[in-house]
């Protein structure tokens, strides 16, 4: 992908939230990967040139943060948490599982282009352990078979939605577009909250 | 009487929860609006007076944190919210936001009266698609509605997958466009923070936690929690229990009530280890159930109450898997800024590793304690001190279990066991 599908208006909307130019660097590298799915050279150029500082300067910033990825994911990207405790739980045994299963590594992207996977830190999910995030929507308790089938469901176009999410999982570049600040119109979908986030309230309302 | 107090909760399990229509529906934005008809050094006062301290981590009294703000220097000022929840265990912030991202707009205005800002920012960690949707959506519907945009503008970060920047320096150079690096201090966000202006960086709950001080009163807020730890707050309990899940609770109450409370350890097994507050804090045993946790109550038995993120662990459970996984995490958020932290890490894996496998010696463990002696207090921020916190808490626990892992060539556990479906796989 070139430069030229980079919407040089949505980029300067971006800037214009905040007082100083620069603090707009994370969210148009998010919205480059919306673009172009991960952080392309063009990419980086056009921030520079917008921003006005040097192309080291973006891509220092690119290189820090691991959300941002430069070369191609698969159009959904797949996230276990092996942090202790969804390690322990079984994100262990749902990373080895899908890794063999997909046949690629860490980092790795199925041939097809269709599914990348990666294991994640803990992403603040842990009374929903062993977590699985796929383009960082919540998958909530998973298992490795539950794990599994997402991954192929994925690659076969029509993965089941997110846990704690919309009614239907967005592919990598939307949800970028949504991480670049960009209203997609979903947030009014899905459960307001899961059934552990509501344990202390409804034990409460039990009178314990 | 309930032992639970859901305040910050109160509401969650309304479908549409999250929406201005519920907020509102529940008194939302009264507060705010009562805030600012006060003079900004009255909602100060008040909430020092409240007792409310720091829910991100440390427990600073907020109060008195907004109190730093200089006064009449003719300076933009800033409220920075940190909403880069990342510390292990902790999950409190994320579904507060998914399920209630108004309350901390209403605190958000109310916290910039106070300190005379007229720009606030919500730092979000970027690993949380849906949550950012609704915060936004949630900041939309708040001009919408005209409590943004008429003196006082909230705006939306979000970040890209970096634990440092939960450090508040580090989280404002991260705003500021830079690498998430924590900065020097002398001097404090209060003088030069955000683009070098007086700024205060709070925590989600920390601000979530302030309209209902103002609609209430800060006497109703100081009858709950104990003598210097007031409140309720949200503990976050996972693991290998039968009922994961947040309870919210006056500060000062105990795991042991905690369990009562959700159900126990999960069936048929025995609590081995755990965490009050995060990776960060010091582990603790069975003979902490009955430890109050509140900031002095858990200090006061050797570790932090940290973000209140009791992770709990069975017995099936091996203390130097769980503290090598944490140190690797440790090791790959070290943002590489300072010596002790970057190298340090590293060396704390390999020693780690070798034990794990059974190919260390117990030499290894006195050179574990003098890394990590090295390190706490020697870094940059927390985060290297945080490093260590697993790594010397369980030594002292269970020096046993690290030597047994030598004698026996590797490591004793049977990692299926520990699984949330390893009992179904055996029932």
Same mark, same amino acid.
């Given at each position: 992908?070139?430069?030229?599908?980079?919407?040089?208006d949505?980029?300067?909307?971006?800037?214009?939230?905040?007082?100083?130019?620069?603090?707009?660097?994370?969210?148009?590298?998010?919205?480059?990967?919306?673009?172009?799915?991960y952080?392309?050279?063009?990419?980086?150029?056009?921030?520079?040139?917008?921003?006005?500082?040097?192309?080291?300067e973006?891509?220092?910033?690119a290189?820090?943060?691991?959300?941002?990825?430069?070369?191609?994911?698969?159009?959904?990207?797949?996230?276990?948490?092996?942090?202790t405790?969804?390690?322990v739980?079984?994100?262990?045994?749902?990373?080895?599982a899908?890794?063999?299963?997909?046949?690629?590594?860490?980092?790795?992207?199925?041939a097809?282009g269709?599914?990348?996977?990666?294991?994640?830190?803990?992403?603040?999910?842990?009374?929903?352990?062993?977590?699985?995030?796929?383009?960082?929507?919540?998958?909530?308790?998973?298992?490795?078979?539950s794990?599994?089938?997402?991954?192929?469901?994925?690659?076969?176009?029509?993965?089941?939605?997110?846990?704690?999410g919309?009614?239907?999982?967005?592919?990598?570049k939307?949800?970028?577009?949504?991480?670049?600040?960009?209203?997609?119109?979903?947030?009014?979908?899905?459960?307001?909250?899961?059934?552990?986030?509501?344990?202390?309230?409804?034990?409460?309302?039990?009178?314990? | 009487?309930?032992?639970?107090?859901?305040?910050?909760?109160?509401?969650?399990?309304?479908?549409?929860?999250?929406?201005?229509?519920?907020?509102?529906?529940?008194g939302?934005?009264?507060a705010?609006?009562?805030?600012?008809?006060?003079?900004?050094?009255?909602?100060?006062?008040?909430?020092?007076?409240?007792?409310l301290r720091?829910?991100?981590g440390?427990?600073?009294?907020?109060?008195?944190?907004?109190?730093?703000?200089?006064?009449?220097?003719?300076?933009?000022?800033?409220?920075?919210?940190?909403?880069d929840?990342?510390?292990?265990?902790?999950?409190?912030d994320?579904?507060?936001?998914?399920?209630?991202?108004?309350?901390?707009i209403?605190?958000?205005?109310?916290?910039?009266h106070?300190?005379?800002a007229?720009? @606030?920012?919500? #730092?979000i %960690?970027?690993? $949380?698609?849906?949550? +950012?949707?609704?915060?936004?959506?949630?900041? /939309?519907?708040?001009?919408?509605?005209?409590?943004?945009?008429?003196?006082?503008?909230?705006?939306?970060?979000?970040?890209?997958?970096?634990?440092?920047?939960?450090?508040?320096?580090a989280?404002?150079?991260?705003?500021e466009?830079?690498?998430?690096?924590?900065?020097?201090r002398?001097?404090?966000p209060a003088? @030069?923070?955000? #683009?070098? %202006?007086?700024? $205060?960086v709070?925590? +989600?709950?920390?601000i979530a936690?302030?309209? /209902?001080?103002?609609?209430?009163?800060?006497?109703?807020?100081?009858?709950f929690?104990?003598?210097?730890?007031?409140?309720?707050?949200?503990?976050?309990?996972?693991?290998?229990?039968?009922?994961?899940?947040?309870?919210?609770?006056?500060?000062g109450?105990?795991?042991?009530?905690?369990?009562?409370?959700?159900?126990?350890?999960?069936?048929?097994h025995?609590l081995?280890?755990?965490?009050?507050?995060?990776?960060?804090?010091?582990?603790?045993?069975?003979?902490?159930?009955d430890?109050?946790?509140?900031?002095?109550?858990?200090?006061?038995?050797?570790?932090?109450?940290?973000?209140k993120?009791?992770?709990?662990?069975?017995?099936?459970?091996?203390?130097?898997?769980?503290?090598?996984?944490?140190t690797?995490?440790?090791?790959h958020?070290?943002?590489?800024?300072?010596?002790?932290?970057?190298?340090?890490?590293?060396?704390?894996?390999?020693?780690?590793?070798?034990?794990?496998?059974?190919t260390?010696?117990?030499?290894?463990?006195?050179?574990?304690?003098?890394?990590?002696?090295?390190?706490?207090?020697?870094?940059?921020?927390?985060?290297?001190?945080?490093?260590?916190?697993?790594?010397?808490?369980?030594?002292?626990?269970?020096?046993?279990?690290?030597?047994?892992?030598?004698?026996?060539?590797?490591?004793?556990?049977?990692?299926?066991?520990?699984?949330?479906?390893?009992?179904?796989l055996?029932?």
């Amino acid at each position: 992908m070139s430069t030229a599908v980079l919407n040089e208006d949505v980029m300067r909307s971006i800037i214009a939230r905040y007082p100083r130019s620069r603090s707009a660097i994370m969210p148009l590298l998010h919205y480059v990967q919306a673009i172009s799915g991960y952080v392309t050279n063009e990419g980086i150029e056009k921030i520079s040139e917008l921003l006005e500082i040097e192309t080291a300067e973006v891509s220092a910033v690119a290189t820090f943060y691991t959300q941002y990825k430069r070369k191609p994911v698969g159009e959904y990207h797949i996230g276990v948490c092996t942090n202790t405790l969804c390690a322990v739980m079984g994100g262990d045994a749902i990373f080895a599982a899908l890794k063999d299963h997909l046949g690629i590594e860490n980092d790795g992207v199925t041939a097809d282009g269709k599914v990348s996977l990666e294991h994640i830190e803990c992403n603040a999910a842990c009374d929903y352990a062993p977590v699985v995030m796929a383009n960082w929507e919540f998958y909530d308790n998973q298992t490795v078979e539950s794990a599994k089938s997402l991954v192929d469901a994925a690659r076969a176009g029509n993965p089941p939605a997110p846990t704690r999410g919309p009614s239907r999982l967005v592919n990598y570049k939307e949800a970028s577009a949504v991480l670049a600040g960009l209203d997609d119109g979903l947030a009014r979908e899905g459960v307001q909250a899961g059934e552990p986030t509501l344990l202390g309230l409804k034990l409460s309302k039990e009178g314990k | 009487m309930s032992k639970l107090t859901p305040v910050l909760s109160a509401h969650w399990d309304e479908k549409d929860s999250f929406t201005i229509e519920a907020y509102t529906r529940h008194g939302g934005y009264a507060a705010s609006k009562k805030a600012l008809a006060m003079d900004p050094d009255a909602v100060i006062q008040m909430v020092k007076d409240s007792g409310l301290r720091g829910r991100g981590g440390a427990g600073f009294p907020t109060g008195m944190k907004w109190g730093f703000i200089p006064q009449g220097d003719n300076k933009e000022h800033y409220l920075v919210v940190n909403a880069d929840e990342s510390e292990p265990g902790t999950c409190k912030d994320t579904p507060l936001l998914m399920a209630n991202p108004h309350v901390l707009i209403d605190g958000c205005i109310i916290a910039c009266h106070a300190i005379r800002a007229k720009r @606030a920012f919500i #730092y979000i %960690r970027g690993e $949380v698609t849906h949550v +950012v949707r609704r915060v936004n959506a949630a900041i /939309a519907d708040a001009y919408k509605a005209g409590h943004l945009g008429n003196g006082i503008d909230v705006t939306l970060h979000i970040g890209a997958g970096a634990y440092i920047c939960g450090e508040e320096t580090a989280l404002l150079d991260s705003l500021e466009g830079f690498r998430g690096q924590p900065r020097l201090r002398p001097p404090f966000p209060a003088i @030069a923070g955000l #683009y070098a %202006r007086p700024t $205060v960086v709070n925590n +989600v709950e920390s601000i979530a936690s302030v309209p /209902a001080i103002i609609a209430n009163g800060a006497e109703w807020y100081q009858s709950f929690g104990t003598e210097k730890s007031k409140g309720m707050t949200l503990y976050s309990l996972s693991g290998h229990v039968n009922n994961p899940g947040q309870l919210e609770a006056p500060l000062g109450i105990t795991l042991r009530e905690i369990l009562d409370l959700a159900g126990g350890i999960r069936t048929g097994h025995t609590l081995k280890f755990w965490t009050p507050g995060g990776s960060s804090t010091p582990i603790f045993t069975d003979a902490h159930l009955d430890t109050p946790l509140d900031y002095e109550g858990v200090s006061a038995a050797g570790s932090m109450l940290g973000t209140k993120a009791l992770q709990i662990f069975d017995e099936t459970t091996c203390v130097v898997r769980a503290v090598l996984r944490w140190t690797e995490f440790y090791k790959h958020e070290s943002c590489g800024k300072c010596t002790p932290c970057r190298e340090g890490t590293w060396w704390l894996v390999q020693i780690l590793r070798d034990l794990e496998n059974g190919t260390g010696s117990e030499a290894d463990l006195d050179k574990l304690l003098d890394l990590c002696d090295n390190i706490m207090g020697r870094s940059f921020c927390a985060l290297g001190d945080g490093a260590t916190s697993p790594i010397t808490s369980s030594i002292k626990y269970f020096r046993d279990e690290y030597i047994a892992h030598l004698t026996n060539g590797g490591c004793p556990f049977d990692p299926v066991k520990s699984t949330l479906f390893a009992g179904a796989l055996n029932s």
